[in-house]
């Protein structure tokens, strides 16, 4: 019998500005531990300045079972690259959005290139009741998935 599929988004602030190579570790890690617990997803990390400080934010949404997130959970909040994670939803799926792991980011590369981060985790628009909204949100999952640096796949 199949267990049911459900997705945990989450999101948690880094603790330092991270290395490319310290987003590498994270990825190698989560590709090979996320397939044998049969967990998809994607976790995006993004640098640029948040309530007007510079700083770098995660942003995860996993699918699996409920006692496969709920243990990558545990693991993920004893990281100590990134502290308060707050899980924004957790919730049964019909189906996957997503078919594998993959870690999309989006570095500061120099001084004048510094992203404005407030609109890219307002949670707020996550659960807009306005689809166009939430499109417009959404869209920049899709946008790391298809196009922005990613580690993991194609």
Avoid at 53 to 67: A, C, D, P, Y
Avoid at 115 to 144: G, R
């Amino acid at each position: 019998m199949k267990e049911e599929t459900y997705q945990l988004i989450y999101t948690s602030q880094a603790t330092s500005l991270l290395s490319v190579d310290q987003l590498r570790e994270i990825d190698q890690k989560a590709t090979f531990y996320n397939p044998i617990h049969d967990i998809t997803g994607i976790l995006l990390y993004a640098e640029g300045l948040f309530s007007s400080k510079l700083q770098g934010r995660f942003l995860g949404v996993l699918e699996g079972s409920f006692k496969a997130l709920e243990k990558l959970v545990r693991i993920i909040q004893k990281d100590g690259r990134h502290f308060n994670l707050v899980v924004l939803y957790m919730g049964l799926r019909e189906h996957r959005d997503y078919i594998r792991w993959r870690l999309g980011y989006r570095k500061k590369e120099n001084k004048n290139d510094i992203i404005s981060l407030d609109e890219f985790f307002d949670i707020d628009l996550l659960f807009a009741e306005n689809d166009l909204e939430k499109e417009q949100y959404l869209s920049q999952f899709i946008y790391f998935e298809n196009y922005g640096n990613s580690m993991s796949g194609a």
